[in-house]
């Protein structure tokens, strides 16, 4: 039986009222269940978008460290050097020449270079100033020895070579640095990942608090929900949905606005190539790009914040619900 | 249809609110529950509508004990009853169509099956014209209306209203009440919970009286 079918003697209550509907295409779209342009959805917005943003540079940089560090250690590694010091009744020339023969005969050597008077001389410009007249002081020389990529050279025996043939030649492969050079690396990316974990909690947190100050405005629209029969899983589906949507407009506006800056930072380091300043900043932190790593990575956290996000949502719901029934 | 069997309630560790309630409601019956302020009215209410469980007796409905439903089938068993609240529960973001056609939504069904329907209800409650109108421009009468229409879209077996003319005046008040007798009529069974003696003078109906927590029954 319908409805609105008329009762047998009686009025319709409204019939006085009764005016003629719109037409039926004049209805707007149907609105979805949930509010879409809340003001405590925009907010939630803002928050999503401000950490993954926050996040986003957090894990670019400690990439950049890390990789950074990486290079320190390996630069350091693929040189070692070889000192030649001045002695009575030695020629320190023919001394140079003979160790550099030396090592250029040693496998796995890349390039060897001997430091030119004048190159030695200008090593201790800055503490001796210019104008040095070198043969008056005894200045021991250097030979810089790039090793091939991969390559470890047998040093001892290289060394025991240099004893036997060249006396003042000694061979430093760097060891005491490299050591202090992987702890401070370990210690950078040490601090990194603990500095990215904690933006990531710090992240999880307030993205979850900032869903559940936003759910909890939703709160008669959960009743009404549970009041006219829908089930806890339909209920939960409408939020969680829309809050993932939210939470991943948020965190493409953030994630978005970190790749941009990468990419940004980027092109002006390619564009500072090889002039002064970009020598120095590639020295500091390696060619400074996150790679296609650190972009994918940005991306991956985009979705786990809104993952996040709808995952707050559902439990909202579901403790609301709760005590509901 | 709904059985109660010395069911009582009470909130944590308090006092019964409501005590050793024994009574049913029929199919297609009408009945006011009354009582002072503070009686149980609403507690009752939400008895019926599986919003809250008894401490202890028996509530079956629809010829299921409500104790052993799960909450999914209390969901199913809920889309049989229509609410309507004192304080409407209109949201405030939907216009009045969206609100009434709620309850269709939630079933799963698709607009276009339901749109003819839900605008024919609409000009029935006489909000024909406001129906693209947002809750926030409805008058209360209108708002009533509108709350009383979400609750019968899909049909229900028993319509529990709270309190329904508690927020109009008295003229409006018989309007909603001849409204909530054309349902009756039209098969629905219909609790009334009200404290107003001349809107139950209107009508003669079974009346289901709280008082100190024990439901005495008028037939």
């Not at chain 1, 993954?52 to 590694?77: P, Y």
């Not at chain 1, 070889?82 to 030695?90: E, F, K, L, N, T």
């Not at chain 2, 939400?46 to 439903?69: Q, V, Y």
Request: aromatic fraction near 6%.
């Amino acid at each position: 039986m319908s409805m609105t079918e008329p009762i047998e003697g009686m009025a319709e209550p409204w019939d006085d009222l009764e005016a003629a509907a719109p037409p039926a295409d004049a209805l707007p779209a149907v609105a979805a269940i949930v509010p879409r342009n809340s003001l405590a959805g925009r907010s939630l917005g803002a928050v999503v978008a401000i950490m993954t943003f926050l996040a986003s540079l957090t894990t670019g940089a400690a990439m950049v460290v890390v990789s950074a560090a990486g290079d320190w250690e390996s630069e350091v590694g693929r040189e070692v050097t070889i000192q030649v010091r001045p002695a009575p009744g030695h020629d320190i020339e023919g001394d140079l020449r003979k160790a550099t023969e030396i090592v250029r005969g040693a496998p796995g050597i890349a390039d060897v270079q001997p430091y030119t008077k004048e190159e030695s001389a200008r090593l201790v410009e800055p503490w001796l100033g210019s104008g040095l007249a070198l043969d008056d002081l005894p200045m021991p020389r250097l030979i810089v020895v790039k090793l091939l990529p991969g390559a470890r050279p047998n040093f001892a025996a290289l060394r025991q070579m240099l004893a036997t043939q060249v006396s003042t030649a000694s061979l430093d492969d760097h060891r005491r640095w490299i050591e202090s050079m992987r702890t401070m690396a370990e210690t950078a990316v040490g601090v990194c990942i603990a500095i990215f974990a904690l933006v990531l909690v710090v992240t999880v947190l307030s993205v979850t608090f900032a869903t559940r100050g936003a759910m909890a405005t939703n709160r008669p629209i959960i009743e009404v929900l549970h009041y006219v029969g829908a089930t806890d899983n339909f209920i939960a589906g409408q939020f969680q949905r829309h809050f993932l949507v939210l939470g991943f407009k948020g965190g493409a506006i953030g994630g978005g606005a970190a790749i941009l800056l990468f990419g940004l930072v980027e092109a002006t380091n390619a564009w500072l190539w090889g002039t002064p300043e970009g020598d120095q900043v590639a020295a500091l932190f390696g060619n400074l790009t996150i790679g296609v790593t650190g972009y994918l990575a940005i991306v991956l956290q985009i979705v786990f914040i809104a993952l996040v996000t709808a995952f707050a949502s559902r439990r909202t719901v579901r403790r609301t619900l709760q005590t509901i029934d | 249809m709904i059985q109660f069997e010395n069911v009582g309630l009470r909130y944590g560790f308090g006092r019964e609110v409501l005590c050793d309630l024994n009574f049913g409601i029929q199919n297609h019956s009408f009945q006011f529950l009354t009582g002072p302020s503070g009686a149980g009215k609403t507690s009752l209410l939400r008895l019926m509508l599986m919003s809250l469980r008894p401490t202890r007796g028996l509530i079956s409905m629809f010829k299921h004990d409500t104790a052993t439903l799960s909450k999914e089938d209390r969901a199913h068993l809920r889309r049989r009853i229509g609410i309507v609240f004192q304080d409407f529960r209109l949201l405030d973001h939907m216009t009045t169509y969206e609100n009434i056609a709620l309850p269709l939504r939630v079933l799963g069904k698709d607009e276009a099956n339901y749109r003819a329907e839900v605008i024919e209800l609409l000009q029935w409650v006489g909000l024909g014209e406001r129906m693209a109108a947002l809750p926030a421009v409805l008058s209360g009468g209108e708002k009533q209306r509108a709350a009383i229409a979400r609750a019968v879209i899909a049909r229900p077996q028993l319509l529990l209203a709270d309190e329904p003319t508690g927020n109009v005046d008295p003229n409006l008040g018989q309007r909603l009440l001849r409204l909530f007798i054309e349902l009756n009529k039209s098969g629905t069974a219909v609790v009334i919970a009200t404290h107003d003696i001349a809107l139950m003078d209107e009508y003669d109906a079974r009346r289901l009286v709280l008082h100190d927590g024990r439901l005495h029954v008028y037939d």
